[in-house]
C-alpha cells in the first residue's frame, strides 16, 4: 500500500512560460523546447510548459512510498514522467528567478516516477495553449480550494522506482 512521506507547498511565478523540478547537481540548461508535450525532461530535470497568461502557480509537491491512488479532481491535463534525480536533493526553477531550494524528503537518489497534474482558474485567463499553437484553452470547472486564487493549481507526486546502489 502507498504512503505519503512529505509534502510541500509553494507559489510559483513560471517564467519564458516554463516552470521546473530539478535536481540541485545538475546545471538547467541545454533543454530543447518540444511544442508537442506539457513536460519537458532531460536527466535530472523535469519542465511544464504553461500559458502565458499564468502569472503565479499553486504548487503541491508530494513524496510517496509507491505509485500513489489516482486523484478524482477535475484536472485540466495530466502527464507522467520518469525522471533522474542523481542525489534526491531537488529544487523548482524558472529562467527569471533561478533555482529555489525545497525542503522536502524524498527517500533516496535515484530513479523517479513523477505524476504531473493542473487545473486553471476560469475566472482568469483566456490562457491559450503552448502545445501546438497559440489556440484558447478550453477551461474546466476547478476546484476554487485548490487554487486559492492563483492561476493555476498543480500537483506534482513522485515515487522512487529505482535506487542506486
Known sequence: MSRILDTHEMV????????G????????????????????SVPGLVYLQVPSAVIESAVRLESWSSKPPESHANWFGREEVEVELPTGEIGIHTIDGGVQDIPLILPSAGLYEM???WMFNGDRGPFLSPIGGARALPVPPGQERELKGK???????????????
Request: hydrophobic content about 40%.
Open 21 to 40: 523540478l530539478m535536481d540541485m547537481s545538475i546545471e538547467p540548461y541545454g533543454l530543447d523546447p518540444d511544442d508537442t508535450h506539457w513536460l519537458l
Open 151 to 165: 492561476d493555476q493549481y498543480c500537483l506534482v507526486q513522485m515515487w522512487r522506482t529505482l535506487a542506486y546502489t
Open 12 to 19: 510559483v511565478s513560471p517564467s519564458y512560460r516554463l516552470f
Open 115 to 117: 505524476r504531473w497534474q
